[in-house]
C-alpha cells in the first residue's frame, strides 16, 4: 500500500509537473510586483502558498486519469487490487502529496507573519499550520473525487484534465458567478452560489473555509467518491 502511493507520488512529481509549478509561481509573484504593496517580500509569499491550489489541481486530475493517458488502466484496475481499493490509493496519495504542500506552505505564513508581526507564540504557529492543513487536504478531497467522476464518465484523460481545470481554477470562478447571476430562477440560482465548488475554489484563494463549508464539501466528496466507485465497479472496462 505504502509502495502504491510512494510510486504515485514518483510518477505524478514530474519535470512537466515542477516547470509548470515554477511558470505559475513567477506569474503570481510577477503580479503581485505590479501591485502597489508595503511589503513585497510578505505579498510575494502569500502569493506563492495560494497559488499552490492550482498546482494541486493539475497533479489532481493527473494522478486520477493518467491511466487512461498511457491506456494502462485495464492493468490497473485489473491487478491485484480492487478497483475500490486503487481509487482510495489515489485519493490517500493526494492527501498525502496536500499535506506535503501544506507543511511547505505553513512555513512559508509562518515566515511571513514574523515578517510583518515580528514575532508568534507556540499556539499561534500551530493554528496557522493546522488551518492550512485543513485548508489543503478539504480542497484537495473536493478536487480529487469531481476528477474521478469526470473520467468515469468520460473516460478520457485530456477530458478529464481539462474539465477539472476549468471548474476549480479561480481565474473562471468569475465567469461562473457572472453566469449564475443571471439566472432567472431565484431557488437555483441560490443552489448554484452554494455549490461546493465555489466553496472549495473561493476559499482555497483565502487560506480559509468556515466549518459548515468544511462539513459540506466532506459531505460532497464522500457522495462523488461513494458514486465512483459504484459505477466503476459495475463498468466492464
Known sequence: MFNFIKEEIKNAVTKKILIFSLIIFFINSAITFIVPNKNYLSAIIISIVSSMSVILIFISAEISSKDYKYNTYKYVYTGSFSRTKIILLKLATMITIAILCAAVGGIMLIIEINIDYKSMDFKEIIKVILNLQMVFIVYTLVITSTSFLILVISKNYIVTVVTTYIIFFDLFTPLILNGID??????????????PYLYATMGAKELYYSWEEICIMLFYSIIVIGVTIYIFEKRDL
Open 182 to 195: 443571471k439566472i432567472q430562477n431565484n431557488i437555483l440560482r441560490i443552489v448554484l452560489k452554494n455549490i
